[in-house]
């Protein structure tokens, strides 16, 4: 779970993480724009595996890339399947089962490919994008862009209150496993919905406890942003380049 939600590899100094926020957040944007407006499989395609190349040569262990892309990549496999049985009229192939029978499309397939790997595509630069940017400067960098200050506040101590909730939740689980509370099917469906239980309860007595602390350090109900500097000639030159790329390769590809 540490590693599933931790930014540690963010922390780490290299070229990409030397790079302001600011210009990574708008071509991060850009780029899921690109993916998701695309009508070929070649753009997303080619943009998951650069991210995930990316990536590797940080030396993010690929065992946690595969871990980060198991909950994308459950959703892309039932995409696929839903539109390869669902949608077009050619057929691949038929399979009975019992009185049904099964018929695959070849329109379907393409279509579902197609979401799959929009998906993966946008997985992907999000991935890459945290995997080199730690969390509270991307919640400065909108701050900069005027989202919404509500809106990154809520952002922000849901993301530093979710280590808490793992912690705790992991602390509950293995109580549960020490007391054979996994031991047999009944007894585990028991154990997940005390854990369910205890958690939420746990949450709600931490919210409390944290605004009351918030209020004591003199929170009244806004949190306060410093001013960012002015983004240098070489992140705004980046920043540029970085667009025309995508926008050409877009106009080039897909047009």
């Not at 849901?158 to 909730?165: A, K, M, P, S």
């Not at 667009?243 to 050409?248: E, N, P």
């Given at each position: 779970m540490f590693d599933l939600f931790s930014d540690?590899?963010?922390?780490?100094?290299?070229v990409l993480t030397r790079i302001d926020p600011r210009p990574k957040l708008v071509l991060a944007l850009a780029a899921i724009m690109v993916v998701v407006l695309s009508r070929r499989m070649i753009i997303p395609g080619v943009t998951a595996v650069s991210c995930l190349m990316v990536m590797a040569?940080?030396?993010?262990?690929?065992k946690l890339i595969l871990r980060r892309l198991v909950a994308p990549l459950s959703i892309v496999l039932v995409m696929v399947a839903l539109h390869v049985l669902l949608v077009g009229h050619t057929p691949l192939g038929a399979v009975t089962i019992f009185k049904w029978r099964v018929v695959a499309?070849?329109?379907?397939?393409?279509?579902g490919l197609l979401l799959g790997l929009r998906v993966l595509g946008a997985v992907s630069v999000m991935l890459l994008l945290s995997s080199v940017t730690p969390a509270h400067r991307i919640f400065h960098a909108l701050r900069f862009f005027h989202i919404p200050e509500e809106w990154v506040e809520?952002?922000?101590?849901?993301?530093?209150?979710?280590?808490?909730?793992?912690?705790?939740?992991?602390?509950?689980?293995?109580a549960q496993k020490i007391r054979l509370g996994y031991s047999s099917f009944r007894r585990a469906m028991a154990s997940i919905g005390l854990l369910a239980g205890t958690v939420m309860a746990r949450s709600m007595d931490q919210a409390f406890r944290t605004h009351e602390a918030m209020v004591l350090r003199g929170y009244e109900g806004r949190l306060f942003f410093s001013n960012l500097p002015a983004l240098t000639t070489r992140d705004r030159l980046l920043m540029y380049l970085g667009?025309?790329?995508?926008?050409?390769c877009y106009l080039l590809i897909e047009l």
């Open positions: 540690i590899f963010a922390a780490r100094d290299n040569g940080l030396r993010i262990p690929l499309y070849a329109e379907g397939l393409d279509q809520v952002a922000l101590l849901v993301y530093r209150y979710t280590f808490t909730l793992v912690g705790q939740t992991s602390d509950v689980a293995a667009l025309c790329f995508l926008a050409g």
